[in-house]
C-alpha cells in the first residue's frame, strides 16, 4: 500500500558532477517523464553559489540546482520543489541519488492532505493548546494567518523556521481554487469534496543541528506521525491522499481555467466572427492563434498529462 504521506520538497547537496546528478533523478520520474527532464540555464545561483539551472520536464520546471563557486568547494545543491515531487512516480528509486558522492539529505518536507474534514484550523489550534506540538521543552510557538475573505483560507505556523522542525497547516481546498483564478472563483468542490473540507498538515525537516536519514524517504509515515503528537493521532484515521495519487488534476484545472477566462473575455467577439466567415472555424482559428506556448501554462503543466 502507498503510503499516506508524501514528500512535498526534497533539497539534498552532493560532491557529484551536475549531469550524474540529473542522470541520477530519472529513475525517480519513472519511464514516461525520467527521459524528458533536462536543464536550462538560469542567470546566477542562489545563497553563494554562482551558477543554476532548472530542472525541466515537459516543460514545467520541477526544481533546481545551484553550483560553482570556490566558497562552495565542489558542492551541487540540488531542490525537487512541491510540484515536482508530485510527479514523482517511484520514491524507492531515490537509491540512485543517495549512491552520489557525498550525498545528503538538506531538507525533506513531509505532507498529508485529508478530504473529509478530519484536520482544521480548529483542530490544529486545540492541539497546539492541549500539548500536542510540545515534544519536551517549552511548547513551541503558533503563528496565525487569516485573511478578511475566507476564500483565502487559513493557515497556522508552529516553531521556527530556521530550525530543524517546522509545522504548517492550511486550507488547501481554498489554495487550490485560488490558484485556478477565475474558473476557482465560484468553486465549491473539487473531485466532490467540499473546499472547506480539505486541509494539509507539512512538517518541514531541515539539517540545522542534526543530520536526516535518507530512510525518511521510504518511511516517511514513521517521521511525519513521530514529528509530533498530534501527528501521530491522524494516521490510524485518514483517508489516502488523493492528490499524490493524481498529479494531473491540477494542470486538467488550470488549462480549463484559462480557457474559461478566453471564453469570456473573447467567446461573443470570436462567435461574430465565426458567422462573418460562414462558420468556418479553421479560417478563425488561424488567424487568432499564436506560435509558441504559454509561459504559465507551461509552468503549470498541462503539457504533462491528457485532457478531456
Same mark, same amino acid.
Given at each position: !500500500?502507498?503510503?499516506?504521506?508524501?514528500?512535498?520538497?526534497?533539497?539534498?547537496?552532493? #560532491?557529484?558532477?551536475?549531469?550524474?546528478? *540529473?542522470?541520477?533523478?530519472?529513475? !525517480?520520474? %519513472?519511464?514516461?517523464?525520467?527521459?524528458?527532464?533536462?536543464?536550462?540555464?538560469?542567470?546566477?545561483?542562489?545563497?553563494?553559489?554562482? #551558477?543554476?539551472?532548472? +530542472?525541466?520536464?515537459?516543460? *514545467?520546471? +520541477?526544481? =533546481?540546482?545551484?553550483?560553482?563557486?570556490?566558497? !562552495?568547494?565542489?558542492?551541487?545543491?540540488?531542490?525537487?520543489?512541491?510540484?515536482?515531487?508530485?510527479?514523482? #512516480?517511484?520514491?524507492?528509486?531515490?537509491?540512485?541519488?543517495?549512491?552520489?558522492?557525498?550525498?545528503?539529505?538538506?531538507?525533506? $518536507?513531509?505532507?498529508?492532505?485529508?478530504?473529509? %474534514?478530519?484536520?482544521?484550523?480548529?483542530?490544529?489550534?486545540?492541539?497546539?493548546?492541549?500539548?500536542?506540538?510540545?515534544? %519536551?521543552? =517549552?511548547?513551541?510557538?503558533?503563528?496565525?494567518?487569516?485573511?478578511? $475573505?475566507?476564500?483565502?483560507?487559513?493557515?497556522?505556523?508552529?516553531?521556527?523556521?530556521?530550525?530543524?522542525?517546522?509545522?504548517?497547516?492550511?486550507?488547501? %481546498?481554498?489554495?487550490?481554487?485560488?490558484?485556478?483564478?477565475?474558473?476557482?472563483? @465560484?468553486?465549491?468542490?473539487?473531485?466532490?469534496?467540499?473546499?472547506?473540507?480539505?486541509?494539509?498538515?507539512?512538517?518541514?525537516?531541515?539539517?540545522?543541528?542534526?543530520?536526516?536519514?535518507? &530512510?525518511?524517504?521510504?518511511?516517511?509515515?514513521?517521521?511525519?506521525?513521530?514529528?509530533?503528537?498530534?501527528?501521530?493521532?491522524?494516521?490510524?484515521?485518514? &483517508?489516502? $491522499?488523493?492528490? *499524490?495519487?493524481?498529479?494531473? =488534476? !491540477?494542470?486538467?484545472?488550470? *488549462?480549463?481555467?484559462? /480557457?474559461?477566462?478566453?471564453?469570456?473575455?473573447?467567446?461573443?467577439?470570436?462567435?461574430?466572427?465565426?458567422?462573418?466567415? &460562414?462558420? @468556418?472555424?479553421?479560417?478563425?482559428?488561424?488567424?487568432?492563434?499564436? @506560435?509558441?506556448?504559454?509561459?504559465?501554462? /507551461?509552468?503549470?503543466?498541462?503539457?504533462?498529462?491528457?485532457? $478531456?
Amino acid at each position: !500500500m502507498e503510503p499516506k504521506v508524501s514528500v512535498d520538497w526534497l533539497r539534498f547537496r552532493t #560532491q557529484a558532477e551536475v549531469r550524474a546528478g *540529473l542522470e541520477a533523478l530519472r529513475p !525517480m520520474f %519513472g519511464p514516461t517523464l525520467g527521459p524528458l527532464l533536462s536543464l536550462e540555464s538560469l542567470p546566477r545561483g542562489k545563497d553563494g553559489f554562482e #551558477q543554476a539551472c532548472a +530542472v525541466i520536464a515537459g516543460g *514545467l520546471a +520541477v526544481g =533546481r540546482v545551484d553550483f560553482g563557486g570556490a566558497a !562552495m568547494r565542489g558542492w551541487a545543491r540540488w531542490n525537487v520543489t512541491g510540484q515536482g515531487c508530485g510527479w514523482v #512516480q517511484d520514491w524507492n528509486a531515490v537509491e540512485a541519488v543517495e549512491s552520489l558522492p557525498a550525498a545528503e539529505i538538506r531538507r525533506v $518536507d513531509l505532507a498529508l492532505t485529508t478530504w473529509a %474534514g478530519e484536520v482544521s484550523i480548529e483542530r490544529v489550534e486545540a492541539a497546539h493548546a492541549s500539548g500536542g506540538f510540545t515534544c %519536551g521543552g =517549552r511548547p513551541p510557538n503558533m503563528k496565525a494567518i487569516d485573511n478578511s $475573505d475566507p476564500r483565502k483560507g487559513r493557515t497556522r505556523y508552529v516553531g521556527q523556521r530556521d530550525s530543524d522542525k517546522f509545522f504548517r497547516g492550511y486550507e488547501k %481546498g481554498f489554495e487550490m481554487a485560488g490558484g485556478l483564478g477565475a474558473l476557482g472563483a @465560484d468553486m465549491t468542490h473539487i473531485d466532490g469534496h467540499r473546499l472547506e473540507d480539505i486541509f494539509r498538515c507539512e512538517v518541514e525537516l531541515k539539517t540545522e543541528s542534526r543530520p536526516i536519514p535518507w &530512510e525518511v524517504i521510504e518511511r516517511r509515515e514513521q517521521y511525519f506521525a513521530g514529528s509530533y503528537p498530534f501527528l501521530a493521532e491522524l494516521l490510524p484515521e485518514v &483517508e489516502c $491522499d488523493i492528490l *499524490l495519487r493524481r498529479p494531473e =488534476r !491540477m494542470p486538467q484545472l488550470e *488549462l480549463r481555467a484559462f /480557457l474559461a477566462n478566453c471564453k469570456r473575455q473573447y467567446g461573443s467577439a470570436l462567435f461574430t466572427a465565426l458567422t462573418c466567415y &460562414e462558420g @468556418d472555424i479553421g479560417r478563425v482559428f488561424e488567424q487568432i492563434v499564436g @506560435d509558441k506556448h504559454n509561459a504559465d501554462l /507551461l509552468a503549470a503543466g498541462v503539457l504533462m498529462v491528457a485532457h $478531456d
